[in-house]
């Protein structure tokens, strides 16, 4: 690992201390220098602002807790990684829920869901005639429904066990992506289009 990276994970760990017992706005700058022992222009040297360290936590450290490619098998496992690490960071992910960079943690939860989401959708139209912007809006549907459900989860103390929500998500979902994909085809074929993708 260089020097740098070293430097960035230490600034990261400092940030998520304090943000155990102080609120982010209030977090200096000054103060998140002197708790991890490296001077301000060390931190403007890699950030230019503590709002710009967050969204690196959340792109990088919480992104490495998912799985690169999940499936329609493994769907779930992905989902539970998400619940997972947010349980590991309760404090951090409260944290910043209840701050104005909120907006980091929606795009951290948005793009990790996302990424296995469209996967799944991908890997279930193959060989289907179904436009890529159909699969997109699919995927983007579900994307957000997940994202505004682990939202409410973190702002109701995050009571409801992950599994349980996982089983419910499995039960309404079962068989969802495919059958919206066969009606995106028929459509599609219907309507004689041929922007799709096989």
Known sequence: ?????????????????????VPLNKITVNALTRHCGVNRQTFYYHYHDIYELLGWIYQTEALES?????????????????????ESNKQFCLNTLNSLARSHLDSYLYAVTHKFIIGVVQELSAGMH???????????????????????????????????????????????????????????????????TK
């Open 130 to 196: 179904v436009r890529e912007e159909d699969k997109e809006f699919l995927a983007n549907f579900y994307t957000l429904a997940f994202t505004g459900l682990v939202i409410q989860w973190l702002q109701n103390g995050m009571t409801a066990k992950p599994k349980e929500l996982i089983g419910k998500l499995n039960e309404l979902i079962q068989g969802n992506f495919t059958e919206a994909l066969r009606r995106y085809e028929h459509l599609s074929l219907r309507e004689g289009n041929t922007s799709y």
């Open 66 to 86: 998912i799985q690169p490619y999940p499936s329609s098998q493994t769907w779930k496992e992905a989902i539970y990684n998400i619940f997972d690490y947010i």
């Open 1 to 21: 690992m260089s020097n740098s990276q070293i430097t960035r994970r230490a600034l990261a760990h400092s940030l998520k201390e304090l943000m155990q017992h």
